[in-house]
Each structure stands twice: as structure tokens, then as C-alpha cells.
């Protein structure tokens, strides 16, 4: 089959009506902070990162949120809360060398973005360790480049992926050969305006990788997790739900099914 035609945010915006802004309000993420817990895990190279878990304690779809070059993990929060409000475990983290502190915790090591997907396959061992079966990433940029990486890697397999992110940045490059082996499902939003390209980027992935994928391309100016913030906020959040619940969704066994 060839790649399905891409569906295009901009003639559906005015039919859904989405366009309040549905940023992360201090309120947002108390609440979510209130609701979850920090946890801390090690990569594989002795670096030890925060994070915190959202979502049912028993649950066997999860997601990983993977943060921008120049947020982290508290700009996930309201976002994690809602996910976890429809049944996933959710664990939200910093990246090495991001501190925020205070809820948003302190990830050890220095920043280095090369490092990006080593950090991020650390937190699906810990998030797979926490008994999650069926595991999906949502990632931003730096975390959308890298879970592109982390998921041609992976041994298990990561059904569902949100992907806003550049094909190259700084020493990481998502070639067509990496995107050949991401099998999983891959929703690619980007903002019309984003200063960096992130929909020329969403284009050219979007054609090179295997079924299924859907591109989304909105009407805002933002970039990775500031499209939460933006006029087109509300849709976008309710994309990447729909994605996780299609696709993470819990399958019968065959006597089950029975």
C-alpha cells in the first residue's frame, strides 16, 4: 500500500471549532503534581534521571512523554494528567542535565542531546518494568528525534508513536533507514508556522515510513510541547489521545476472543 493522503488539520479547524487555548496553567499542573509520583531511574551509561508516574498503578498501556531541547518534563504535566484519566500509566522525565527542581525534579549528568535516546530507553525499561505491556512515545523535538531512534532499536516493539520533530539535530539524524524500521503506528503533528520547520520535517517522514501514519499539520506558530499552549491546543491533545487509545488499546487474547 502506499502512504496514506495526509490529513491536513487546516480545512477541518474551522468545522471542529478548536481554538481556545488550553495552555498548562499553574492550577493544571498542582493538580497533576498532586496525582502523581516522582521516580527516578538509571541509563545505561550510570547517569541517574527524574521523572514522575502518572495513571492507574495497574495499567498495561502507558505512554512516555519526552520533552524539548529547551523545556522539560513539567511542560508534559496537564498533558500526562489527562492521559492518565483515560486508564494509561504515564511517566514524564528529565532528559540528563535538566534540573528544574521542585516538582519538576533534577535529572544528574550534563546536557547532551546526542545522549537524548539513551536517556529515553531508560525510561521504557523503568516504564516497562512498572508492568506496562502495550507502551507508546509521545516526543518533542529533541524527544521526537530521539523516540524516532529508541523505537528503530527496540527489541519489544513500540506500537504508537506522536512524533514532533526534526529529521536531524545536532548529532542525531533520522535517516530513511531508521524510519523504514519504526513499524509502530506514527502520528506526525507540526505547527503551520514553526520557526523550525517542523512541518517540511513531518512531510518528508511522513513518506518515507511504513504503514500506518497520519500527519497533522495545525494552524499554529508554536513548536514541540508549546503546541499544547497554543489556539490549536485542544485539538492537538485530542489527536494524540485518539492515536494512544486506537492504537495502545488492550487486544483480547485468543480464548478471550473466543
Not at 509520583?37 to 514522575?52: H, I, P, Q
Not at 544528574?108 to 537524548?116: N, P
Not at 531512534?149 to 504508537?160: R, T
Request: hydrophobic share 45%; glycine share 14%; net charge negative.
Amino acid at each position: 500500500m502506499g502512504i496514506a493522503p495526509r490529513l491536513r488539520s487546516i480545512a477541518a479547524i474551522a468545522a471542529v471549532l478548536l481554538v481556545a487555548c488550553t495552555g498548562t496553567s499553574s492550577s493544571t499542573n498542582s493538580a497533576a503534581v498532586a496525582a502523581s509520583d516522582a521516580v527516578s531511574f538509571k541509563t545505561a551509561d550510570g547517569v541517574d534521571l527524574s521523572g514522575r508516574i502518572f495513571g492507574p498503578a495497574n495499567a498495561t498501556a502507558g505512554v512516555v512523554l519526552a520533552h524539548t531541547l529547551s523545556g522539560d518534563q513539567t511542560k508534559w504535566f496537564g498533558f500526562a494528567d489527562r492521559l492518565a484519566g483515560q486508564g494509561f500509566r504515564v511517566l514524564t522525565f528529565d532528559f540528563r542535565g535538566y534540573c528544574p527542581g521542585g516538582d519538576g525534579g533534577c535529572s544528574g549528568g550534563t546536557e547532551d542531546v546526542d545522549a537524548a535516546p539513551t536517556d529515553l530507553a531508560a525510561a521504557v525499561k523503568f516504564l516497562r518494568a512498572d508492568g506496562v505491556q502495550r507502551l507508546g512515545i509521545a516526543g518533542a523535538s529533541m524527544g521526537g528525534t530521539a523516540a524516532l531512534l529508541v523505537a528503530s532499536a527496540d527489541g519489544e516493539g513500540i506500537p504508537a508513536l506522536v512524533l514532533s520533530a526534526p529529521q536531524v539535530l545536532y548529532g542525531l539524524e533520522v535517516g530513511s533507514d531508521v524510519l523504514q524500521t519504526v513499524t509502530g503506528a506514527k502520528l506526525y503533528i507540526a505547527g503551520l508556522g514553526d520557526p523550525a520547520g517542523a512541518a517540511a520535517a513531518a512531510d518528508a517522514m511522513a513518506a518515507l515510513g511504513p504503514q500506518p501514519v497520519r500527519e497533522e499539520i495545525v494552524t499554529a506558530d508554536e513548536h514541540g510541547t508549546a503546541l499544547l499552549n497554543s489556539t490549536s491546543g485542544e485539538q492537538v491533545q485530542e489527536l494524540m489521545e485518539q492515536w494512544f487509545g486506537r492504537y495502545l488499546a488492550q487486544r483480547p487474547t485468543p480464548s478471550e476472543a473466543a
